[in-house]
C-alpha cells in the first residue's frame, strides 16, 4: 500500500528504506526530533494566531505541519495532512508532521472533547488557505499577472489556462509567511475537493503492524535509569518508614524518598522491577473512601452541595389531564477505569536549569505551565514532547507517570524512565466520575412530553484549573493548583425532543471518591442513558414504538435522518415495546437511542438487538446499528474506525465495569477483576456515515459513544419488559430485574 | 550471571541473566526488540503474545530459565513494512490498529492460529484471540483481517 512516512521520528534511513512512496523525513524542519538527543528547541514560531507556527514551505518543496493536538490513534497524522494538503494544493505524500511538542507546535488546546477536527483542523485549514493566499500573490507579482488567473496545485503556482510555474519553494521555500491566519482569505470549494472525503491510509499502521513504530513505551535515552514508583497501599497513607536494607542484594538499586514520595532506580528494567517488589517500606493507616455499597446513597445524602438550575423552559407544576401518565426513574453510572491496554510511561530528563519530558499526554502544552510550577523553572525552560502511549481515552496514568519521571530524574542528576505497573495503572489512573441521575416526567396519551425533570449528583469542575492534580507532585509536597476536572459531564441532560416543561437541575458535589478525570464522552453516556431510557419509558407509557415517539417530537431534518437511517439498518418494525417473550428461555428485543451530542455537535441515532438468556442473566448484544452524521467527513475510514471503536469500548463500559473499591483503595487492579470486552462479546457493527461536505466538521472521536447504554437498556426492556437503570449491566443485575 | 541460549527471530542468541525468573518479555525488549509490549504482567491481556516454538506464549510470563534451548519468533521476525507476513499485511490493509499497543500481541496469536489451523472459522478466530484484549475497539478489524490472511476474504 501506499504509506506515507510512518512516524516522524523514524531516522532518515529508515524512511528511505520504506519505499518508493515514503516521504522524505525533512530533519531540517524539525532538528530537535533526532531519537534520543537534546537538541535545542529550534527557532520556530507557535503563537497560534501565525500561519508560520503552522505551517512551513521547505527548500525542497515539502511542506511541514505542526499540529498542537496529538494522534492517539484517532487518526489525525492522515486527517490534518489531508485538510492541509487540500487547502494548500498540495500531494498529501508532500506533508510532513510535527505534532505536540511544546517547542515546536503551535498550543491548540489539550487533545480532547472529540474537538480535534474541528477546532483544531479548522485553524490548521485557515492557516493553509492563508498561506495559498499567499503564494498566489508572491506567484503573480514574479509573473506580472493577476492573483485571479492563478491557481496553487501539485505544489505549484500556475495560470489555470496554462503556462508557466512556479514551486512554493520557489516563492517562499525555507522562509516565513509572516502572516496572521486571515478569516477572509478563500477556502476551496468542497466540490472540488480530492483529498478531504477520501479513506486515505494512516500513516502509522505499517510501523505499528511491524514492530517499528516506537512507542512511548519503547523510547531510550543514553544514560538513562530505569524506575519504579511505589504507591501507597492506602490512597491516603503517609510514608512513615523506609528500609533500604531491603534492595541491599540488587546491584545498583537505589531508593528515592521525597516526603511521601517513594521509588526505586536501577541501570536495567528488571532490576527496577524486582527493587519495587522487594522494598519493604512503613505507611500509615487510612480509610477515607466512602463504601462502595452505599455510594448511591451517600452521594444523594450529601448535604455539602451546590446547586444550579441548568434548563428552565415553560412552567413546571401544571395541571395535567387525567389521561397523562407520570413516571419517575433513577439511573447510576459508577466510577469507571480508562482501562488502557499499556500502563503509563514517561521519559525525563531535568537538569538545575531546564527539563524535557517525552509523554504520552493528550496536552503537553496545558501541562507545561503545570510541570514548570512544580519543577519550579520557568515555562519556557520546559519542554514537553508527545509519544505515542497506549490509548488514553481522555486521561490515565500518562501525566502522573511523567510527574514521577521528571521529579526522579531531577533527584538522580539523570534522564529517568518511569514504567507504570498494572496495578499502579488501574489503581491510581484518574477514575470517570459516579453520576446520579433522577427523572420524573409526565407523557400526554398522544404522545407529547409534557414534563420533564432531571436532577444530577455529580461532582464540580474547579474553576479555572489549569490540570488535573498530580501524584507526584501531591506525594512530594510540590506547588501544584488543586482541584477537580471531570470533563463536561453536565451535557445532554434534558430530551433533544419537544417537551412542554423542562427543568434541569445539578447538584454539584464538592469532591469525588476517587480523583476524577474526564473518561470518554465524558458524563455523556451517564446522561443519555437516563434520558433516553426514560424517553423510552413514556413511549411505552403512551403505548407508542420508540422510533415513531421520537420522532415525533424532533424537527432538526439532521436528527431525523439518522434515527430513520439507524431503524433502517435494523429493519425496524413499528410497534410498542416490550415484545412478548413471557415463555421464552432466551427473550429476543431490539432498542434505539439517539442523541446530538452537546446539542449542537455531531448526531447519533444507534439501534440495538440483543437477546437475554432468562435462567443466567447474560445480555448479549447481537447487532448494533448506528446512523452518524458529523459534517464534513475528512477520512471516512477513519470516522469509521471511531465509531466503531467508541461502539466496543463504551459496550465494554456498561456491560462490565465498575472501579471496585474499600475503605482504603482501589481493589479492582487487574484485569480479572476489572474485565473489559473479548472478542466474544463483539456484536455485528453495522454502520452508516452520513458525509455533509459543505457542512462544518463536527468530530467524531466521542459521539458515537454516547447513545450506547441507553440502546442497550431499551433493547433489554424490549426483550424482557424489564429496565437496568444501573451500569455495568451485569447477569446479576439483569436476573435480579427479571425476578 | 547464567547465559541462556535462545534462538530469536532466526539469531542464536545468548542471554546473560543474573535472574532465572527473569522474563522473556524483559529480555527481549532489553535487546531493543520492543514490539512485544508489556501489559499487565500477569498473562492477562496478551500483549506480550510471542512464538515460542511456533506456539502463542505470554512472555510476561515466560522465565528465562524456562526460554533455554527453545525458539523464539517476535512481531519483528514476523516480516517488516517492505515484506510483511499475511497476517502484517491483512492488518495493514483493514487499518486495523488505533493506538496499536495490543496489536503486536493481535498479530503473533492470530499468525499462530493460522499456522496450526489455515482456515479458521470466524468463531475459532473470536476463540482464539479471546485472551487478547483491545481497549480502542478494533476488534471487528482484527477478525477480519484474520480472515483475508486467511484468504477467506477479499
Redesign the interface.
Known amino acids: 500500500m501506499g504509506a506515507l512516512t510512518a512516524n516522524h521520528r523514524l531516522t532518515r534511513r529508515e524512511v528511505l528504506k520504506g519505499g518508493a512512496l515514503t516521504v522524505a523525513f525533512a530533519l531540517a524542519a524539525v532538528p530537535a526530533r533526532a531519537l534520543g538527543q537534546h537538541a535545542p528547541a529550534a527557532s520556530h514560531p507557535v503563537g497560534s494566531e501565525d500561519v508560520d507556527s503552522f505551517l512551513a514551505v521547505n527548500d525542497d518543496g515539502t511542506v511541514t505541519v505542526f499540529c498542537g493536538k496529538v494522534d492517539l490513534g484517532q487518526g489525525l497524522r492522515i486527517a490534518m495532512r489531508q485538510i492541509a494538503a487540500e487547502e494548500l494544493g498540495i500531494g498529501v505524500g508532500r506533508i510532513l508532521y510535527v505534532e505536540g511538542d511544546t517547542a515546536l507546535t503551535p498550543d491548540q488546546g489539550r487533545t480532547s472533547g472529540s474537538n480535534s477536527i474541528a477546532r483544531g483542523g479548522m485553524q490548521i485549514r485557515r492557516a493553509a488557505a492563508t498561506a495559498r493566499k499567499a503564494l498566489i500573490a508572491l506567484a503573480a507579482e514574479r509573473l506580472h499577472v493577476d492573483a485571479d488567473v492563478l491557481v496553487a496545485s501539485d505544489g505549484v503556482v500556475r495560470p489555470s489556462g496554462g503556462g508557466p510555474a512556479l514551486r512554493f519553494a520557489d516563492l517562499v521555500g525555507g522562509g516565513r509567511f509572516e502572516l496572521k491566519l486571515d478569516p477572509q482569505a478563500p477556502l476551496k470549494d468542497p466540490a472540488t475537493y480530492t483529498l478531504v472525503g477520501k479513506s486515505l491510509p494512516r500513516p502509522d499502521v505499517p510501523a505499528k503492524c511491524t514492530g517499528s513504530f516506537t512507542f512511548m513505551q519503547d523510547f531510550r535515552l543514553n544514560g538513562m535509569l530505569h524506575a519504579r514508583v511505589i504507591r501507597p497501599p492506602a490512597i491516603g497513607a503517609r510514608l512513615i518508614a523506609v528500609d533500604r536494607s531491603s534492595i541491599r542484594t540488587l546491584a545498583g538499586a537505589r531508593v528515592v524518598q521525597i516526603k511521601d514520595f517513594l521509588a526505586v532506580v536501577a541501570e536495567d528494567e528488571w532490576t527496577a522491577v524486582r527493587a519495587a517488589r522487594m522494598l519493604r517500606a512503613q505507611w500509615s493507616p487510612w480509610s477515607g473512601l466512602p463504601a462502595q455499597d452505599k455510594l448511591v446513597a451517600t452521594l444523594r445524602a450529601d448535604p455539602d452541595v451546590t446547586d444550579q438550575k441548568l434548563v428552565t423552559k415553560g412552567e413546571p407544576g401544571a395541571k395535567r389531564p387525567e389521561s397523562a401518565k407520570a413516571l419517575a426513574a433513577s439511573y447510576f453510572w459508577p466510577m469507571q477505569s480508562h482501562g488502557s491496554i499499556g500502563p503509563a510511561c514517561a521519559v525525563a530528563d531535568v537538569g538545575v536549569d531546564a527539563a524535557t519530558v517525552w509523554t504520552a499526554s493528550q496536552g503537553t502544552h496545558g501541562n507545561r505551565d503545570t510541570f514548570a510550577r512544580f519543577l519550579g523553572l520557568p515555562r519556557e525552560k520546559v519542554r514537553l514532547i508527545y509519544l505515542d502511549g497506549a490509548g488514553c481515552y481522555g486521561m490515565n496514568g500518562h501525566e502522573d507517570a511523567a510527574a514521577d519521571a521528571a521529579i526522579l530524574s531531577r533527584a538522580v542528576g539523570r534522564p529517568v524512565r518511569v514504567q507504570w505497573s498494572r496495578e499502579d495503572e488501574h489503581g491510581w489512573d484518574p477514575k470517570g466520575p459516579p453520576q446520579l441521575l433522577d427523572i420524573s416526567g409526565t407523557v400526554s396519551s398522544d404522545g407529547r412530553i409534557l414534563d420533564w425533570h432531571t436532577e444530577m449528583w455529580i461532582p464540580q469542575a474547579t474553576q479555572g484549573l489549569p490540570d488535573i492534580p498530580l501524584l507526584a507532585p501531591a506525594a512530594a509536597g510540590l506547588d501544584q493548583v488543586r482541584g477537580l476536572q471531570p470533563g463536561l459531564i453536565w451535557q445532554n441532560g434534558d430530551p433533544p425532543y419537544a417537551a412542554d416543561n423542562v427543568r434541569v437541575l445539578v447538584h454539584w458535589l464538592k469532591d469525588a471518591p476517587l480523583r476524577p478525570a474526564p473518561i470518554r464522552s465524558p458524563g455523556k453516556p451517564a446522561n443519555c442513558l437516563a434520558v433516553e431510557s426514560f424517553v423510552d419509558e413514556l413511549a411505552a407509557a403512551a403505548g407508542l414504538d420508540p422510533v415513531e415517539f421520537r420522532l415525533r417530537g424532533l424537527s432538526d431534518a439532521r436528527a431525523i435522518e439518522v434515527i430513520r437511517r439507524a431503524a433502517a439498518l435494523m429493519k425496524w418494525q413499528s410497534r410498542p415495546s416490550p415484545v412478548n417473550n413471557k415463555d421464552a428461555a432466551v427473550m429476543r428485543g431490539r432498542g434505539i437511542a439517539y442523541v446530538h451530542y452537546k446539542h449542537n455537535e455531531t448526531y447519533v441515532a444507534m439501534g440495538m438487538q440483543v437477546e437475554v438468556e432468562r435462567a443466567s442473566g447474560r445480555i448479549r448484544v447481537e447487532r448494533v446499528a448506528c446512523a452518524h452524521d458529523c459534517g464534513q467527513i475528512i477520512n471516512p475510514d477513519g470516522v469509521r474506525a471511531q465509531v466503531e471503536g467508541s461502539i466496543l469500548q463504551t459496550l465494554s463500559r456498561v456491560l462490565m465495569e465498575e472501579v471496585q473499591f474499600d475503605r482504603s483503595r482501589v481493589t479492582s487492579v487487574n484485569w480479572s477483576t476489572y474485565p473489559i470486552l473479548r472478542f466474544s462479546d463483539v456484536p455485528v457493527l453495522d454502520i452508516e456515515l452520513i458525509d455533509r461536505p459543505t457542512q462544518p466538521p463536527l468530530g467524531a472521536g466521542e459521539a458515537a459513544c454516547t447513545p450506547v447504554g441507553a440502546a442497550l437498556a431499551n433493547a433489554v426492556f424490549d426483550a424482557t419488559g424489564a429496565r437496568l437503570r444501573t451500569v455495568p449491566f451485569t447477569p446479576q443485575r439483569m436476573k435480579a430485574a427479571l425476578v | 550471571m547464567a547465559t541462556y541460549d535462545v534462538r530469536i527471530n532466526g539469531s542464536a542468541r545468548a542471554i546473560e541473566s ?2 532465572p525468573e ?2 522473556l518479555l ?1 529480555v527481549l ?2 535487546l531493543g ?3 512485544t ?6 498473562g ?2 496478551g ?1 506480550c503474545t510471542v512464538l515460542v516454538d511456533g506456539r502463542a506464549v505470554r512472555s510476561c510470563l515466560l522465565t528465562i530459565a524456562r526460554a533455554q534451548g527453545k525458539t523464539v519468533t ?3 521476525g ?5 515484506a ?1 507476513h499475511p497476517v ?1 499485511a491483512a ?3 483493514e ?10 500481541g493481535m ?1 503473533v496469536s492470530a499468525a499462530a492460529l493460522l499456522a496450526a489451523q489455515p482456515k479458521p472459522s470466524e468463531q475459532a ?3 482464539a ?15 477480519r483481517a484474520v480472515m483475508l490472511a486467511s484468504g477467506q476474504a477479499d
Open positions: 543474573s535472574d527473569q522474563p524483559y525488549r532489553g526488540l520492543t514490539a509490549k508489556f501489559g499487565c504482567g500477569l492477562q491481556c500483549a517476535t512481531l519483528e514476523l516480516g517488516s513494512i517492505s510483511p502484517q492488518f495493514i490493509k487499518q486495523v490498529p488505533q493506538c496499536g499497543y495490543c496489536t503486536s498479530i478466530i473470536r476463540s484471540l479471546d485472551g487478547n484484549l483491545c481497549r480502542c475497539g478494533t476488534h471487528a478489524r482484527v477478525i
